[in-house]
């Protein structure tokens, strides 16, 4: 079963307006890592949080983790045209020997 | 850039063949992931390898699938016979563990079984 779940599945906005994404995860993890995937591509790392940081930003991009609540936030700054893929979180399980497992992702479209 | 190398890109075949899938990964990494993407199913872990030693092939239906690093170099992944609900993109990544980098991914081994 999927560890991490995204929510949207899909997002449209317009050029210019912020993205954000959530994650949601049922165990305790050592780090969250978020990914994107272009269509018909392969997935490119973007971020990755340790299950001790709260907050972490990479150019326009921003995630924020809480792992009371077993969640992730991922948001883009000033979207563009060029944001437009898929965007999946993957835990590593504690004590799972850094097995990574996917949710089935947000589909992000921004229209210029 | 250092990319991880998947081939082949596409691969049609016939219901019943062997497949063969192949993935280099980035030379330093020591592990490997083999990952399955369909529609319905999303991203599905087949097997790891960590330091060429296999870890976790729990996902991966045993009877017609087997994942080998025969070397630092080189991974496999095989299905024999093929069956048409195989069909799916198949992912190679790979990362150094505990590196904070996250992992490299292939662009992926498009796989269709008639």
């Known amino acids: 079963s999927q560890q991490g779940e995204e929510d949207p599945q899909a997002l449209s906005i317009q050029e210019g307006e912020n993205a954000t994404m959530n994650c949601s995860y049922k165990?305790?993890?050592?780090?969250l890592q978020w990914y994107r995937q272009n269509s018909g591509r392969g997935l490119v790392h973007l971020i990755l949080?340790?299950?001790?940081?709260r907050e972490k930003h990479s150019g326009r991009l921003r995630v924020t983790l809480d792992t009371s609540k077993k969640s992730s936030s991922l948001l883009i700054t000033a979207s563009r045209a060029a944001d437009t893929a898929s965007y999946f979180c993957?835990?590593?399980?504690?004590?799972?020997?850094?097995?990574?497992?996917f949710g089935k992702g947000t589909k992000l479209t921004v229209n210029p | 850039d250092a990319r991880v190398t998947q081939t082949p890109r596409h691969k049609v075949t016939e219901m019943g063949q062997e497949v063969t899938m192949r993935c280099q990964p980035i030379?330093?990494?020591?592990?490997v992931f083999w990952y399955r993407q369909t529609m319905m199913q999303g991203l599905e872990l087949l097997a790891y390898?960590?330091?060429?030693?296999?870890?976790?092939d729990s996902g991966m239906p045993k009877d017609r699938f087997s994942a080998e690093m025969p070397d630092a170099t080189l991974a496999t992944l095989k299905i024999q016979p093929s069956e048409p609900r195989d069909s799916a993109v198949y992912f190679c990544?790979?990362?150094?563990?505990?590196?904070?980098?996250?992992?490299?991914f292939g662009s992926g081994t498009r796989l269709t079984v008639v």
């Open positions: 990544a790979s990362g150094l563990t505990g590196s904070g980098y996250g992992y490299t």
């Open positions: 165990t305790s993890i050592n780090n």
């Open positions: 949080i340790r299950s001790n940081e």
């Open positions: 993957a835990t590593d399980k504690k004590g799972g020997s850094e097995k990574l497992v």
């Open positions: 030379l330093g990494h020591n592990t």
């Open positions: 390898f960590r330091n060429r030693a296999p870890l976790d």
